[in-house]
């Protein structure tokens, strides 16, 4: 779907405005210095805003393992083999929650490819996102992780689920987009809660806490970055910083209801108009396909009928993705208020949990239309 074999021989390039304007040159000046007489990570970065910190600052350089995986890539070739390796392991960890949730192998693999093909990644690849595509596995990764550590048929394995547990923990929040590891974390974080009972659920919980904690060897200096910064101040939000319009719902239905972006082959004839700026469409172009939500609509119509709400972990899910898009529109923007500086920008970002519980949704349409009669 995103990436070619030529792109990975080198002799084609995938682009991203973002990647190629900024992560890519902060990965040649990682690469230079790691894999050159220094063998460190530079603690200062002199090539913007006059320079700034660099090793203090995950943005800059994450420790995620699927970063340090393309690093000995090329920078012009890094770019194609973390689209497809974040592709390829959102479709995988999703097909495992689905499976050990109970759908069938095609239902499962249907909502893997959907969750890896949604507009929410796809829009991203487009616009260069390297360090939020690098994060878009957590959430199916950690909610797969933790069934299995709560699964009383795994009793005699919980040690090695913990760790895993723990280990997928810290890897997460180290990624250089805070915000999807953020949603992702918090979602598992609750699942754990509602699925867990007694000394079981607290395992799990300290588990994943001890994991985050591991990461303040990175997130502490982060932090610090934090508090000198222009985040914690009341200012005007920014161009991105963007709440979920009612009117872009649309979009849910019809991608190109208001137009398309800059470097889509289409937005010349049908340029994206209505909005303050494209910002609007990237960070709120979250098709999916229309199956999954005519699924939802099924689901909720038999479940008004039979007067019964779905069983475990579907009830979860759709509480989680209503809650989500819910969130992420204007009507909860005072919420935003009561909080001091602006720590996670774009509310629009949580139709990220929303567009898992939609693929999800399909996967488990595909499985009860299989085993019917």
């Not at 934090?226 to 200012?235: A, D, E, K, P, Y």
């Not at 989680?320 to 204007?330: C, E, K, N």
């Amino acid at each position: 779907m995103y990436v070619r074999p030529s792109m990975l021989a080198g002799s084609s390039f995938l682009s991203g405005s973002d990647y190629s304007q900024l992560h890519a040159r902060r990965m040649a000046f990682a690469r230079s210095s790691l894999f050159g007489a220094p063998h460190t990570l530079p603690g200062w970065y002199p090539h913007e805003f006059l320079g700034s910190p660099f090793a203090a600052n995950l943005q800059s350089f994450p420790w995620i393992p699927t970063r340090l995986l393309v690093l000995p890539f090329d920078p012009d070739v890094a770019y194609g083999a973390g689209v497809a390796l974040a592709a390829a392991l959102a479709a995988l960890f999703t097909y495992l929650f689905c499976r050990g949730a109970g759908l069938s192998p095609t239902g499962a693999m249907a909502a893997g490819w959907t969750f890896a093909c949604a507009g929410y990644f796809t829009s991203r690849v487009l616009a260069g996102h390297l360090p939020l595509l690098e994060a878009y596995p957590a959430l199916p990764l950690l909610l797969w992780l933790a069934g299995r550590t709560l699964s009383p048929e795994r009793a005699d394995r919980q040690a090695r689920d913990l760790a895993a547990l723990a280990v997928a923990s810290a890897c997460i929040a180290l990624a250089g987009h805070p915000q999807v590891p953020a949603y992702a974390l918090g979602t598992a974080f609750l699942y754990v809660i509602a699925l867990g009972r007694g000394r079981q659920r607290l395992k799990a919980l300290a588990a994943m806490t001890l994991g985050l904690g591991t990461t303040l060897v990175a997130w502490w200096p982060m932090l610090l970055l934090i508090r000198r910064s222009t985040r914690v101040l009341h200012l005007a939000p920014p161009d991105n910083d963007i709440v979920m319009p009612y009117s872009r719902l649309l979009a849910l239905l019809v991608p190109g209801v208001h137009g398309w972006g800059g470097m889509i082959g289409v937005q010349k004839g049908h340029p994206f108009a209505g909005y303050p700026n494209d910002a609007y469409f990237w960070d709120t172009i979250s098709y999916l396909g229309v199956f999954p939500l005519l699924v939802i609509l099924l689901l909720l119509t038999g479940c008004v009928a039979r007067k019964r709400m779905p069983a475990w972990p579907w009830n979860f899910l759709a509480a989680v993705g209503v809650g989500a898009l819910i969130f992420a529109l204007p009507a909860t923007g005072f919420l935003r208020s009561m909080t001091p500086g602006t720590f996670f920008r774009s509310p629009a970002r949580l139709l990220y949990i929303s567009t898992f519980s939609a693929s999800v949704s399909l996967g488990f349409g595909v499985s009860a239309f299989l085993q019917s009669n």
